[in-house]
């Protein structure tokens, strides 16, 4: 078995006596991390001087930003094969003890692969398949940039990827809130201004109503009791047609376009009634005070003394 070993090395040594492997093992042993890996396999020239096998690993090596670690163990297994073979060959068939010395030199017994089962049986047969290979014409590539492996993105852009997917969704919720709200004050308008149960109360009840409701901090609805009030005097007063079922801006509308209407401006009243009602924003006591004196301000247009 020893002899037939020998020749296969020398064999061996023969075709790749251009790169040194000795020295090139030594190197990748103290290369750490990929791109030191990287660079030494570009300094020795192994993509061009080496044989085909190892020669297609080294360019896929180092044609990528970021090799496998899969297939640095393999260039350094491979590597670790032919300095081996190189130490052995150099020593002779006659001098056995120089030999064995070799085989159990560092380059030789690498401490990370004791625990491996037979690593001798696997090498010979891993070289063999490598010399199988040395008769075949070598293929050269053009090397192709390697897709992108989202597996191994730095911690801070995976982070930065979450973030960018939080402010979406974040964005997508609250535009879906937006829309929901938009669509329920929509529904709100198309009712009317008054329901059918509020349709038999009286200008002098809903006035009561605001003051009641006020007094228990209900500002809101008070507001928009004052401004049905405002609505109705109008009507009283022949200057509009109060219409339960259409929206403030429709009775503006009609009344801004009627004739002989009294000298009182109805838009600001309608305008602050679509952003407290409908658009439920209100700054509390001072809108229902603010629209009490709307009513105080048209009673006077209309020429009516009796306060609300």
């Not at 070993?5 to 042993?29: E, M």
């Not at 085909?52 to 899969?70: N, W």
């Not at 009609?254 to 401006?265: E, H, L, N």
Request: hydrophobic fraction near 45%.
């Amino acid at each position: 078995m020893r002899p037939i070993v020998i020749c296969l090395l020398f064999v061996f040594v023969r075709v790749v006596l251009a790169i040194d492997y000795a020295q090139l093992h030594s190197d990748l042993d103290k290369a750490k991390g990929h791109q030191s890996v990287q660079r030494v396999l570009r300094e020795h020239n192994v993509a061009n001087e080496a044989d085909a096998v190892l020669a297609d690993k080294a360019g896929q090596a180092v044609a990528v930003p970021l090799p496998s670690s899969e297939l640095i163990k393999e260039i350094r297994a491979d590597v670790r094969l032919r300095a081996f073979a190189s130490e052995a060959t150099s020593v002779g068939k006659a001098d056995v003890s120089k030999l064995k010395r070799a085989k159990s030199s560092p380059i030789y017994n690498d401490p990370g692969t004791r625990t491996e089962a037979n690593w001798l049986q696997k090498s010979l047969e891993s070289l063999g398949e490598w010399l199988g290979s040395l008769f075949k014409p070598k293929e050269r590539q053009t090397p192709t940039a390697a897709p992108p492996n989202f597996g191994i993105l730095p911690e801070v852009l995976t982070t930065i990827v979450w973030i960018v997917v939080g402010v979406i969704a974040i964005a997508a919720g609250a535009l879906a809130i937006h829309l929901i709200a938009r669509s329920r004050r929509a529904v709100s308008r198309a009712k009317g201004i008054m329901s059918d149960e509020e349709a038999t109360l009286t200008l002098d009840e809903w006035l009561a109503k605001a003051d009641a409701l006020i007094a228990k901090g209900e500002f809101r609805e008070a507001v928009r009791c004052l401004y049905v009030a405002c609505l109705l005097r109008l009507d009283q007063a022949k200057a509009l047609d109060f219409r339960r079922h259409e929206t403030n801006w429709e009775h503006y509308n009609r009344y801004a376009t009627g004739i002989g209407q009294p000298a009182f401006d109805l838009k600001p009243p309608t305008q602050e009634f679509d952003t407290i009602w409908y658009g439920n924003r209100t700054r509390g006591l001072e809108d229902a005070e603010r629209f009490r004196g709307y009513y105080n301000q048209l009673l006077t247009a209309l020429g009516d003394r009796r306060p609300a």
